[in-house]
C-alpha cells in the first residue's frame, strides 16, 4: 500500500535531484498564418542561461543580462539568433527577423517573425542556443499549421530536424 510518507519521499527525491541537475530547456513556438503569409515565433529562453551563454560568447564575465551596459539585450540577440536559430521550408532557407523581446518571470520571450512565406510541406528548424554553454541543453519546438501541432527535440547531437505537414 503506498502511504502518503512514500509519496512525499519520492516527491522530495525527484526535488533533491533536481536541484542537483537543473535542467536547461528553450520552448519555440511557430505558428503558420496562412492568411499573412508568415511564421509567427515566440521563443521563451531562461534568463540564467541565456547570461551564462551571454557573458561567454561577450566576454564579459560580469554582465547582468537583466540591465546589460553599453549593449541591448536585442543588440545581442539579433546576430546570435542569426547564427543559432534558422528555418528552411522545402530546403529553401528563409530570412529570419527579430523583433524583440518581453521578461516573462525567470525567461525572456523573443519575437521573431518569417515573412513571405509561399505554401510548403517541409519545414526545417535548427536551434542549437544555449547548447555551447551546457551539453545537456534541450530546444523544443512546437509548430502549428492549421491547428495541428507537431514537436520537435533539438539536442547537441541533433541541433535540426524536419517536420512534414499535409499541402491543402
Excluded: C
Aim: hydrophobic residues 45%; charged residues 25%.
Amino acid at each position: 500500500m503506498i502511504t502518503s510518507f512514500s509519496i512525499l519521499s519520492f516527491v522530495q527525491s525527484i526535488a533533491f535531484v533536481l536541484m542537483l541537475h537543473p535542467l536547461h530547456v528553450s520552448v519555440t513556438e511557430i505558428e503558420y498564418d496562412e492568411k499573412d503569409k508568415a511564421l509567427e515565433i515566440m521563443m521563451r529562453v531562461f534568463i540564467d542561461d541565456l547570461e551564462l551563454t551571454m557573458r561567454d560568447r561577450l566576454n564579459q564575465p560580469e554582465l547582468d543580462i537583466t540591465e546589460p551596459k553599453g549593449i541591448t539585450l536585442d543588440q545581442m540577440m539579433t546576430p546570435y539568433l542569426a547564427e543559432r536559430f534558422k528555418i528552411t521550408l522545402d530546403n529553401k532557407a528563409q530570412k529570419i527577423k527579430y523583433l524583440g523581446h518581453e521578461k516573462e518571470g525567470e525567461a525572456f520571450i523573443f519575437f521573431i517573425e518569417v515573412t513571405n512565406v509561399k505554401k510548403w510541406k517541409a519545414i526545417q528548424v535548427m536551434n542549437n542556443i544555449i547548447m555551447e554553454t551546457h551539453e545537456d541543453q534541450s530546444n523544443l519546438v512546437h509548430v502549428t499549421v492549421r491547428g495541428k501541432v507537431k514537436s520537435l527535440r533539438l539536442t547537441k547531437s541533433t541541433p535540426a530536424d524536419v517536420l512534414t505537414f499535409d499541402a491543402k
